[in-house]
């Protein structure tokens, strides 16, 4: 366990601080932009990045990296959504959407505002079609910038934490005790649970603003 995960780590290491930066970069502007994000793994390529930071400025600037990443595909879904939000609605696309999804996202976004936006970073289908609702409603930029900002920071903070610590972790170890390799991936798995039951726990907490 311990040698094949040193190499993959060690490739991941390998590639260019640059390159890898970039590719998570891109990833998370195609996660979060127009309906791509419902099919591009932007998350699991954040978290195979991270392993390979292993300082806390390294940290500092993939993070930034990744924020900026979030931010533009935000930005160019709300934009989509000013622009040709209803005639995209209205096509082939947004019937594979579903309406009963963008009048979801239309209803949490009258109820709940920018609370709405901040939350959706973190909620499964809407994290793609609220910022195209919020466009369409002719919400303030300005005000859609900063909700969507610091919900973009933190998805960033929490799955660079877990996937640093846990390669910070299995480093220290893998030297010495056999089990590293478990104990990464039990780190891995664990931050993942956390997230997925927060997921949940949200949706379930929020679900009520999206019904009739």
Same mark, same amino acid.
């Given at each position: 366990?311990?040698?094949?995960?040193?190499?993959?780590?060690?490739?991941?290491?390998?590639?260019?601080?640059?390159?890898?930066?970039?590719?998570?970069?891109?990833?998370?502007?195609?996660?979060?932009?127009?309906?791509?994000?419902?099919?591009?793994?932007?998350?699991?390529?954040?978290?195979?990045?991270?392993?390979?930071?292993?300082?806390?400025?390294?940290?500092?600037?993939?993070?930034?990296?990744?924020?900026?990443?979030?931010?533009? !595909?935000?930005?160019?879904?709300? &934009?989509?959504?000013?622009?040709?939000?209803?005639?995209?609605?209205?096509?082939?696309?947004?019937?594979?959407?579903? =309406?009963?999804?963008?009048?979801?996202?239309?209803?949490?976004?009258?109820?709940?505002?920018?609370?709405?936006? #901040?939350?959706?970073?973190?909620?499964?289908?809407?994290?793609?079609?609220?910022?195209? $609702?919020?466009?369409?409603?002719?919400?303030?930029?300005?005000?859609?910038?900063?909700?969507?900002?610091?919900?973009?920071?933190?998805?960033?903070?929490? *799955?660079? $934490?877990?996937?640093?610590?846990?390669?910070?972790? *299995?480093? =220290?170890?893998?030297?010495?005790?056999?089990?590293?390799?478990?104990?990464?991936? !039990?780190?891995?798995?664990?931050? &993942?649970?956390?997230?997925?039951?927060?997921?949940?726990?949200?949706?379930? #907490?929020?679900?009520?603003? &999206?019904?009739?």
């Amino acid at each position: 366990m311990n040698d094949v995960l040193t190499t993959i780590l060690d490739f991941v290491e390998g590639v260019s601080p640059v390159l890898r930066t970039l590719i998570a970069s891109v990833a998370m502007m195609l996660e979060t932009s127009v309906l791509v994000g419902l099919i591009v793994p932007g998350d699991t390529i954040v978290l195979v990045t991270a392993t390979s930071v292993t300082t806390f400025l390294e940290g500092l600037v993939l993070g930034a990296c990744i924020v900026a990443g979030a931010f533009a !595909g935000e930005t160019i879904g709300y &934009m989509v959504g000013r622009w040709a939000g209803p005639w995209l609605r209205r096509s082939r696309v947004g019937g594979w959407i579903g =309406e009963r999804n963008w009048e979801r996202a239309e209803k949490y976004l009258q109820r709940r505002g920018g609370i709405a936006i #901040f939350f959706s970073r973190f909620l499964p289908v809407l994290h793609s079609i609220v910022p195209l $609702t919020v466009g369409m409603s002719g919400y303030a930029y300005r005000k859609f910038v900063a909700w969507t900002l610091p919900a973009c920071a933190l998805w960033s903070a929490i *799955y660079i $934490t877990i996937a640093a610590g846990a390669a910070e972790t *299995y480093r =220290e170890l893998s030297g010495s005790a056999h089990w590293a390799g478990f104990a990464f991936i !039990g780190i891995i798995a664990a931050g &993942m649970l956390l997230i997925f039951a927060g997921k949940k726990l949200l949706g379930w #907490f929020e679900h009520r603003h &999206m019904k009739d």
